[in-house]
């Protein structure tokens, strides 16, 4: 019952105009003393150790520096533009490269945040430049990361 009391006083807190991550957090924090009381606050260190633990998190800031090192060679956006003239002659042919390889980017990396903000330094600049709409060039790319996550890769 609690999850939906929540859910709705977030929603009331957006519509009231607040900003969504003081929200989020904000509604989290009240709710979890409320929940818990503060000894939810012990356990912070502990928590926050699992994190910096965590193998599949220190990957994360590497794809970051991968996008920003495709972006900053240019390598990606001739390899995007080379892909947009492959699919040429179909509307919207950069979008649907931009689905390929954001899809195949999120399989193989495994984090769909990484992917998704590496995509977004790679692409989102050829799609302005094409002259895309930046609704659909942001929706175009986040789909593309989450993509990854039904693509089933073999493991060995």
């Known amino acids: 019952m609690i ?3 929540m859910f709705f006083v977030a929603l009331f807190m ?21 929940a818990e ?35 900053k060679t ?8 080379a ?5 040429g002659g179909v509307r919207g042919g950069l979008a649907i490269s ?7 980017l999120a399989a193989s990396t495994g984090v769909v945040g990484a992917s998704v903000v590496a995509m977004g330094l790679i692409s989102l600049p050829v799609m302005l430049k094409y002259n ?3 609704s659909l060039a942001c929706g175009t790319i986040c789909a593309s990361g989450t993509l990854g996550q039904i693509i089933p890769l073999q493991s060995s």
């Open 74 to 81: 240019q390598l990606a956006e001739q390899l995007l533009e």
């Open 37 to 71: 009381g503060f000894d939810m606050f012990a356990f912070m260190p502990f928590r926050i150790q699992s994190y910096m633990e965590n193998t599949v998190m220190m990957a994360v800031p590497l794809f970051v520096f991968m996008g920003i090192v495709l972006q």
């Open 132 to 134: 895309y709409n930046k």
């Open 14 to 34: 957006l519509l009231l105009g607040f900003p969504v991550a003081f929200t989020f957090g904000g509604v989290a924090l009240i709710f979890g003393v409320f």
């Open 98 to 104: 931009t689905i390929l390889v954001g899809a195949l």
């Open 83 to 87: 892909m947009g003239k492959l699919f």
């Open 3 to 5: 999850g939906i009391i």
